[in-house]
């Protein structure tokens, strides 16, 4: 994030995660920055169902040139960090580093990983990636899909150098995404984003979720909660179940799969989202008040039939 004694920090923390954030402050402090910490449970109730005006007044007053969103997530909590990340970064024009279910195992893993070297193949697989028309995925659970891609919607390259006012990220980092024109096929999801993470980690046998035109057409598990769960997620708004985002990980200093989605759709393989497609970023002409990803780790991604990725290892 690339914190100065010029700057000025807003952290935004929720109870389970106060030492990470704590840590965090701790190293602002070092800088000599001026810094301010919000924890959520002292000033609402959680789930929250809204990012508050008083709150929005409260850092405006502030004047903060970065912000850290340190926390967990819980179900219906996009109504409170979709606005809150939109006020930051697009009205505010902060540096913004978002650590949605950000834990211990993670900062001591995938924050400790080479990010030049991150950086680097980043910028290589965007660069393929947005000459791309059209790109497959495969794993050996059973992911077979075909996304294709417009010209008109824009690759965004998460390489993890934050140092612009207006620049935001999931940390850890690595990934490049876009709004995918359309996906068909069936993804074998092995973990969920949003607050499936907390409530299902890493899935004992992937879900088979079926698309076609891009929308979500149904859901095979044994474990009929989760389906329930998917299936009214889904539910929530006409966009919701419509694919918003196309990812390929690319932080290679990651070696496993942990259960903890944050830092596995990092994993150099391939994410999908339902839901909001990040359109202030991609261009993309709609919006939705969901947005949840699925994991395919470990693919074999070819673009334009060119191999870009062997069973989670880049080919470039």
């Known amino acids: 994030m690339n914190v100065s004694g010029a700057d000025r920090v807003w952290i935004i923390r929720t109870d389970t995660c106060a030492s990470i954030a704590n840590a965090i402050e701790r190293e602002v ?12 449970e002292d000033h609402m109730k959680r789930p929250a169902s809204e990012f508050p005006r008083q709150l929005a007044d409260e850092i ?11 926390g967990d997530g819980q179900p219906g909590e996009l109504a409170f960090r979709m606005p809150m990340r939109r006020f930051l970064v697009d009205k505010l024009n902060l540096r913004h580093a978002h650590m949605i279910g950000i834990t211990e195992e993670v900062m ?49 390259p998460c390489d993890a150098r934050y140092w612009e006012q ?11 995404f876009t709004c995918p024109q359309s996906v068909d096929g069936v993804v074998a999801a092995e973990e969920m984003g949003d607050w499936f993470t907390a409530k299902y980690g890493l899935l004992p046998a992937p879900a088979r979720l079926v698309v076609k035109g891009g929308r979500f057409m149904s859901i095979e598990t044994p474990d009929e909660n989760l389906a329930a769960d998917f299936r009214q997620y889904m539910a929530q708004h006409p966009n919701s179940s419509r694919v918003g985002e196309f990812a390929i ?6 070696t496993r799969i942990i259960g903890n989605f944050l830092q596995d759709e990092k994993f150099p393989g391939v994410h999908m989202a339902f839901g909001d497609p990040y359109g202030h970023q ?3 002409d709609w919006d939705a008040p969901s947005h949840v990803d699925v994991l395919a780790s470990h693919a074999t991604v070819a673009l334009d039939g060119q191999r870009l990725m062997e069973n989670g290892r880049f080919l470039v």
């Open 29 to 40: 402090r070092e800088t000599g920055a001026a810094c301010q910490v919000w924890t959520m």
């Open 60 to 70: 405006s007053r502030f004047r903060p040139t970065v912000s850290f969103f340190v």
């Open 108 to 156: 001591a893993d995938g924050m400790t990983a080479d990010y030049d070297e991150i950086y680097r193949v980043t910028r290589k697989v965007f660069d393929l990636a947005r000459q791309a028309h059209s790109i497959t995925v495969s794993t050996a659970l059973g992911t077979d899909v075909t996304a294709t891609f417009s010209p008109h919607l824009r690759w965004i």
């Open 166 to 176: 207006g620049r935001w990220g999931n940390l850890p980092e690595g990934e490049t």
């Open 249 to 254: 990980g690319t932080n290679v200093g990651l």
């Open 282 to 284: 991609t261009g993309a």
